[in-house]
Every structure is written in structure tokens, then in C-alpha cells.
């Protein structure tokens, strides 16, 4: 199972404990997550199987309505919390110059941590995707001297800097709203978490 697919199903269940699996996929498809982070409606279920023989979630019942089969709802465990964390931080802090999987999660399910790490990842990558720009900068010159490599490969370094930039706007943006208090965290008095 891909580290996306685990990281958002996680962070799902921890959003809506409990929860069963069909309701993870219906609203998880809401959120596009079969476009972005390329999950599909039957991972989904895979994931939950995973999650549950590494101890990361746990049944906590299983309901039946009419006719319908029985659902098996699942709540986070607290190895699953330290998992969950250890995953956000990482896609958090961590900027891949061709990856948008990355700042998706981190819009998903950045309430989880506190909002004074939030902002402080955020600057991180604002700083960081500087560096991969001035990098991409650096392909291109290799590019336009290389004696084998086509002059138009430099389109992909042109195009993650592009990308980059765009997502470096949306981190500052965000960083600012949220120094403005905007959103609920973890560590915020009021818990106003999202809910379903």
C-alpha cells in the first residue's frame, strides 16, 4: 500500500472514530482523492485491513441496517496516533519537487497538529522550495549545454518550478491566515475540529 493511500485513510479514521469502511470511501471520494493521490474506492477497504494488522486501527463494532451487509467500524489506536503523526510530520516538512500528493494531505489533515508547527512547516518549504528552484534553475543551464540531452527536456524542470512557485504562493497565503487564526488545531482552546 502506497504511503498516500495509508497516510489518508489514517488521518480519515482519526477524523470520524468511529467509522467503517464505507463511509470512508464515499467521503473520501468526495474529497477527489482517486485524482490526487491516485486512491481507489476498493484500497480504501485494503487500507483499513492493513492499518488494522499493523495495530494502527482497531474494530470497534459492527452495526447492521435492514438489509445491508454489516459494517465494521474502526477507531484509531494509540500506535496508530504515533504513526499518524510521524507520516504528517514527514509530508509536512519534506518538499518533492514533482510530487502534489504531499500539500494535498497536509490541506486535508493539518488540523491534527498544532498550529504553531503548521506555520513553522509551512515557512520550511516556502525556504526549501527556493533552494529546488535555484536546483531546477541549475538543470536547465545543464541541459542547454549537454551535447545528448534534448533541449526540450528542460520543460520538466521548467514546469516543477512553475508548480512549485504556485505552491509556495498557497503556503505563504495559508501560513498568514492561519497567524490570523483561521482553521482549528490541536492545540487551539476551542475544539472545533471537523466533524462529520
Not at 13 to 29: I, T, W
Not at 98 to 117: G, H, N
Request: glycine share 6%; net charge negative; hydrophobic share 40%.
Amino acid at each position: 500500500m502506497s504511503s498516500p493511500t495509508r497516510l489518508v485513510v489514517l488521518g480519515a479514521v482519526h477524523q470520524f472514530q468511529p467509522v467503517h469502511g464505507y463511509f470512508l470511501r464515499r467521503e473520501l471520494m468526495t474529497w477527489l482523492v482517486d485524482e490526487w493521490a491516485n486512491i481507489q474506492p476498493g484500497s480504501i477497504y485494503n487500507a483499513l485491513r492493513s492499518l488494522e494488522q499493523d495495530g494502527y486501527v482497531r474494530e470497534s463494532g459492527t452495526e447492521s441496517d435492514g438489509k445491508r451487509p454489516a459494517r465494521t467500524s474502526y477507531t484509531i489506536t494509540p500506535a496508530g496516533e504515533v504513526e499518524l503523526m510521524r507520516m504528517l510530520r514527514d509530508t509536512l516538512w519534506n518538499v518533492e519537487p514533482f510530487d502534489t500528493q504531499a500539500v494535498m494531505v497536509i490541506a486535508s489533515f493539518m488540523f491534527i497538529l498544532s498550529r504553531q508547527e503548521v506555520i513553522a512547516g509551512l515557512e520550511h518549504r516556502i525556504s526549501k522550495i527556493d533552494a529546488i528552484v535555484l536546483t531546477n534553475g541549475f538543470h536547465i543551464e545543464d541541459t542547454a549545454r549537454s551535447e545528448t540531452t534534448p533541449k526540450y527536456v528542460r520543460e520538466i524542470f521548467e514546469l516543477s518550478t512553475a508548480r512549485l512557485r504556485a505552491e509556495q504562493e498557497w503556503a505563504r497565503s495559508l501560513a498568514e491566515r492561519l497567524k490570523q487564526g483561521e482553521y482549528a488545531f490541536a492545540d487551539d482552546p476551542r475544539e472545533e475540529r471537523p466533524r462529520r
